[in-house]
Nanobody, 119 residues
Framework: QVQLVESGGGLVQPGGSLRLSCAASGSIFRIYSMAWYRQAPGKQRELVAR???????NYADSVKGRFTISRENAKNTVYLQMNSLKPEDTAVYYC?????????????WGQGTQVIVSS
């Protein structure tokens, strides 16, 4: 059974930084892409950043230049380095993976980690 487990959320002041981590575990044999989404209260879930194997990562316009997605393939882990955080970055951040496992190819989600940017 595939699981995605996020960590690293919390409370940070405007202008501060956080690094989110997401580790995928289970009978995985290939990861096609890993991504971070976020959902603020009263808003739809939106794509923050996506890293596709062999391709340049893509970012939401609102986070370009401030957030960086990276992967550690040996650990099936994706990170989101968030710098110059703004109050509008406050949201629950979700990890997403498009991967192949013994059960077939599928789209998986983590449980979410809360990020609050406030003074």
């Amino acid at each position: 059974q595939v699981q995605l487990v996020e960590s690293g959320g919390g409370l940070v002041q405007p202008g501060g930084s956080l690094r989110l981590s997401c580790a995928a575990s289970g009978s995985i044999f290939r990861i096609y892409s890993m991504a971070w989404y976020r959902q603020a209260p009263g808003k739809q879930r939106e794509l923050v950043a996506r890293g596709i194997s062999g391709s340049t990562p893509n970012y939401a316009d609102s986070v370009k230049g401030r957030f960086t997605i990276s992967r550690e393939n040996a650990k099936n882990t994706v990170y989101l380095q968030m710098n110059s955080l703004k109050p509008e970055d406050t949201a629950v951040y979700y990890c997403n993976a498009d991967l192949g496992a013994t059960t077939g190819r599928g789209d998986y989600w983590g449980q979410g980690t809360q990020v609050i940017v406030s003074s």
